[in-house]
């Protein structure tokens, strides 16, 4: 092996350099300052779980994605998190066990097997809230909005479009389908790929119910403005669950109509993992196609832990908000002067108390004020240290 080669990094894992990894902490801060004015609470789930624990429940779905490494102490296998919201659910359920809603936010690395796009990466920064012990569109909005409060800190509320879908539009028409679980797990794939010709074939070969068959071969392509809404309603009227979940997502939609939110619906979005119960939304940019942030509702995502609870949230890479944010420029001091000095010692110690970010001059160094961030000097006046403009 070359000496190059030696410090090549596996696809999908790159290394954070000092001016993009500032912009991250920057708004890293701002953001979790945001989810603490709304009522967040700060959690830190374990970077590596027993295998058996992190795959529980939701978790499962997230297998082919996790990486697997045995425990030296104990031979177990353990899992490196994929997703961290599973961890949070588990947290909420099974370690704080509270009866009134409970609202949780995280910021930390997670790792996968695979990227979620080609080319896009395997450590996702994850940013993220969860809202517990709520099953109402109140909830659904509230982290809407704050995931809308989110893109506005990064600078991109103006620019992104929200895809809005209900998998509850799905999922009431599986109940008037006498479909096998396999099948049905089937059919979800389908809509995930929006395969137009394997579902005219699925619905073909089954003996599904007339309506049930035609409004599945029509809800993957039911997409738009609030327009399609109506054709749903149509569409959908022999199905009372569907209906339902229709009069939910049209609530959200009047909702962030009126705020001027750029809306795309998407009826037959099955996106993320199987967990999801009920709305689903992502944040997009104009012409890309992966999201900025993805969430939705997950209900009784507990359950495996002993404590079903309804749930909602979302969830994004940092990493990726904070590529299109520029970080505060560095408005440094080089303090030319040697902390053997008294005087000079607390002069920069004072500086820095009042929050003055001060770089001291090595002897004998390049020290290059541009290349060290400073843009003003500490230096020895007639009456004592004094700051100039460099």
Known sequence: MNQEAQWLLPDGVEEVLPGRARAIEQLRRRTLDLYQQWGYELVFPPLIEFLESLLNGAGRDLERETFKITDQLTGRLMGVRADITPQVARMDAHSLRQSAPTRLCYCSSALRTRPAVAGGTRLPYQIG????GHAGSDSDLEVITLLLETLRLAGLDQTIVLDLGHVGLFR????????SEAEQYQLEDIFVRKARVELETFVSERDLPGKAGEAL???????????????ARTLLGDFPAALEALGELTELVEVLDAKGVNLHLDLGELRGYHYHTGCVFAAYLPGESEPLAKGGRYDHI????GRARP??????????????????????????GSLRNADFAASVAALREQGERVVLALPGADNDPQVLGCQRKLVQGDNGWVIQDL
């Open 311 to 336: 749930a909602t949230g979302f969830s994004a890479d940092l990493k990726m908000l904070a590529s299109r944010v520029q970080a505060d420029a560095c408005d440094g001091i080089l303090a030319e």
């Open 217 to 231: 071969l029509a809800l993957p392509w039911l997409a738009g403005g609030a327009a399609v809404l109506e054709q």
């Open 172 to 179: 009431g028409l599986l109940g008037a389908c006498q479909l």
């Open 129 to 132: 809230v969860e809202l517990f």
């Open 302 to 305: 507990g359950e495996v832990f």
